[in-house]
């Protein structure tokens, strides 16, 4: 049973999937705009919209927790001079999902997820 299960596994071991989805969300974070696939999407949305608000609150604290989230230091740096400044006034929703196509291949959804 899968009672009170968040998250999807996207068909991976936890560390890889945790290591996948942290170097997207500092991919998200760094270019703005990332083109994958509509799973990965919905599950990094909600940790670069933790990563956000984090940086928002700023200090010690919240650098040290997004050094504890994202590997790549150029995100961290991004997160708390830019995009704090950015979201300052806004109270959630930094992320935006858009459809695009299906993968030729594999037929699997792509989306682009932007910072709004």
């Keep these: 049973m899968r009672h009170r299960d968040k998250g999807k596994i996207l068909d991976r071991a936890k560390a890889p999937r945790e290591s996948m989805l942290k170097n997207l969300a500092a991919s998200v974070i760094i270019y703005e705009k990332v083109k994958t696939t509509e799973a990965k999407a ?4 909600s940790l670069v919209e933790k990563a956000i608000t984090i940086a928002i609150k700023g200090g ?3 650098r040290r927790e997004l050094i504890r989230l994202l590997p790549q230091p150029l995100a961290i740096k991004k997160a708390l001079e830019v995009l704090a400044a950015r979201y300052k006034t806004r109270p959630g929703g930094y992320l935006r ?8 291949g594999d037929n699997a959804k792509i989306v682009q997820i932007e910072l709004v």
């Design 42 to 45: 919905k599950a990094v949305k």
């Design 60 to 62: 010690l604290t919240g």
């Design 97 to 104: 999902i858009t459809k695009l196509a299906q993968r030729q």
